[in-house]
Nanobody, 123 residues
């Protein structure tokens, strides 16, 4: 299971750090990712990180502003979000999946999903 936290209300230009804690050592071998879904829109890829943290992936819209990291000892993945914009407002979901399911950008390649945490950025 995945438990996401850290969402909240922040002004444009501010920062938030999301956390996702996984239960079960299996997740330490999984790719972990963050997706988001704004009202009326489809769930979209935000960022992902390989099982050992050696490779990271970012959507163009967040590149240079968001940083993903993980601590396998704590089986936790983080998303540091800086320079937030109103268009970043969404429910953020963490996800996990084994590498063999396919590329990091496709939500269909993740097996486990957290419950989501709401991020609201005011202008």
């Amino acid at each position: 299971q995945l438990q996401a936290s850290g969402g909240g209300l922040v002004q444009a230009g501010g920062s938030l750090r999301l956390s996702c804690v996984a239960s079960g050592r299996t997740f330490s071998t999984y790719r972990m990712g963050w997706f988001r879904q704004a009202p009326g829109k489809e769930r979209e890829f935000v960022s992902a990180i390989s099982w050992n943290g050696g490779t990271t992936y970012y959507a163009d819209s967040v590149k240079g502003r968001f940083t993903i990291s993980r601590d396998n000892a704590k089986i936790t993945v983080y998303l540091q979000m800086n320079s937030l914009k109103p268009e970043d407002t969404a429910v953020y979901y963490c996800a996990a999946g084994p590498l063999y399911l396919g590329n990091a950008y496709n939500k269909g390649n993740y097996r486990n999903w957290g419950q989501g945490t709401l991020v609201t950025v005011s202008s």
